[in-house]
């Protein structure tokens, strides 16, 4: 079975730092790797995926995240945050399976908190 | 598109009530999940359904059932509501393999 290991459950960063939120994952075979953020009282919303590939992948609101196979890590970075980047991340995989139906097993989620 | 609708978005039961979850989605997505949040644990899958007329057991399936009847629906039924039930349930659709699922806006549920 597969797991994602989230290091920090808390992260406070002073707003136009960088910030790097941490992920790593355990597998037997081979996985899709996602990023996803929670607004306070919000659904899921996906900030990148890493399918194949270039290691390095953009997302929206000038996040990335670079994934490392040999360390089986999938780190999320931004250079500068904002304000409005308090928001709880998560980080999931999905099995690169046959039948691809597989739901996303996730961490247990970074609460990234900006301080003006 | 209004992607991945839920119904309610707060509820309160007492114990041993039932109820259903509703959900809908208007993308043609195959593969429709349930998950359930809970502070601090993040999301576990609790049924999955890969079309009309096929689901199957997720991680945490213990006091649940679904059904899906159509592409688009994909109720989640809690039949003897009980304290460990409460929490915040997300729906979610996805085309295919290795494609991002779209989360609903989720389902507050307390149960007392």
């Known amino acids: 079975a597969q797991s994602v290991t989230q290091l920090d459950s808390q992260v406070p960063v002073f707003e136009e730092a960088p910030v790097e939120l941490r992920c790593n994952y355990s597998s037997s075979v081979s996985v899709y790797l996602f990023w996803y953020v929670q607004y306070p009282n919000q659904g899921l919303q996906l900030l990148l995926k890493y399918l194949s590939g270039s290691t390095l992948v953009k997302g929206i609101n000038g996040f990335e995240a670079e994934f490392n196979k040999s360390q089986t890590s999938f780190h999320l970075r931004k250079p500068s945050v904002h304000i409005s980047d308090t928001a709880e991340y998560f980080c999931?995989?999905?099995?690169?399976?046959?039948?691809?139906?597989?739901?996303?097993?996730f961490g247990k989620g970074t609460h990234l908190i900006i301080q003006p | 598109n209004a992607g991945v609708t839920q119904t309610p978005k707060f509820r309160i039961l007492k114990i041993g009530q039932s109820m259903t979850l509703q959900c809908t989605q208007d993308?043609?997505?195959?593969?429709m999940y349930w998950y359930r949040q809970d502070p601090g644990m993040g999301l576990k899958l609790i049924y999955y359904s890969v079309g009309a007329g096929i689901t199957d057991k997720g991680e945490v399936p213990n006091g649940y059932n679904v059904s899906r009847s159509t592409t688009e629906d994909f109720p989640l039924r809690l039949e003897l509501a009980a304290p460990s039930q409460t929490s915040v349930y997300f729906c979610?659709?996805?085309?295919?393999?290795?494609?991002?699922?779209?989360f609903g806006p989720g389902t507050r549920l307390t149960v007392l």
């Open positions: 979610a659709s996805r085309p295919g393999q290795g494609a991002p699922s779209v």
């Open positions: 999931a995989v999905s099995l690169y399976s046959g039948g691809g139906a597989d739901g996303l097993t």
């Open positions: 993308m043609n997505h195959n593969y």
